[in-house]
């Protein structure tokens, strides 16, 4: 199945597990940096992803926006489903603005990262 094709539940799945697999590349006891060039494509590359969260993140909550204006959601906690909606509207909302906050941070690292070279 090519990426396209893909379900939103599956890509964030695959994006997961790709940030799993750096995680143990990017290990005192990885290989996946050996030149500072790597850890400043890393990061730039990590500065991308960042950047490009709040549109996904707002995207999942216009979309359980419009399921609750379509009168298609339910909670089992047995509060108001409008209190239910609210905090995941709150909670993206938030998490957006981190990512976006994480971009900026990223941003500066990268720029950071920009004149390190390999002494050999």
Same mark, same amino acid.
């Given at each position: 199945?090519?990426?396209?094709?893909?379900?939103?539940?599956?890509?964030?799945?695959?994006?997961?597990?790709?940030?799993?697999?750096?995680?143990?590349?990017?290990?005192?006891?990885?290989?996946?940096?050996?030149?500072?060039?790597?850890?400043?494509?890393?990061?730039?590359?990590?500065?991308? &992803? /960042?950047? *490009? $969260?709040? @549109? =996904?993140?707002?995207?999942?909550?216009?979309?359980?926006?419009?399921?609750?204006?379509?009168?298609?959601?339910?909670?089992?906690?047995?509060?108001?489903?409008?209190?239910?909606?609210?905090?995941?509207?709150?909670?993206?909302?938030?998490?957006?603005?981190?990512?976006?906050? &994480? /971009?900026? *941070? $990223?941003? @500066? =690292?990268?720029?950071?990262?920009?004149?390190?070279?390999?002494?050999?």
């Amino acid at each position: 199945m090519t990426r396209e094709n893909m379900a939103a539940v599956e890509l964030s799945d695959a994006a997961a597990e790709a940030v799993r697999q750096l995680n143990h590349a990017t290990r005192a006891t990885g290989d996946g940096l050996e030149y500072p060039g790597d850890a400043y494509t890393t990061v730039a590359n990590l500065k991308t &992803l /960042a950047q *490009r $969260l709040p @549109q =996904a993140l707002e995207q999942i909550e216009a979309f359980i926006t419009g399921l609750h204006a379509d009168g298609h959601l339910t909670s089992d906690r047995g509060r108001p489903i409008e209190d239910e909606v609210d905090a995941v509207e709150a909670s993206l909302k938030w998490a957006a603005g981190d990512a976006e906050l &994480l /971009a900026e *941070r $990223l941003d @500066q =690292a990268h720029s950071a990262l920009s004149p390190l070279g390999y002494a050999e």
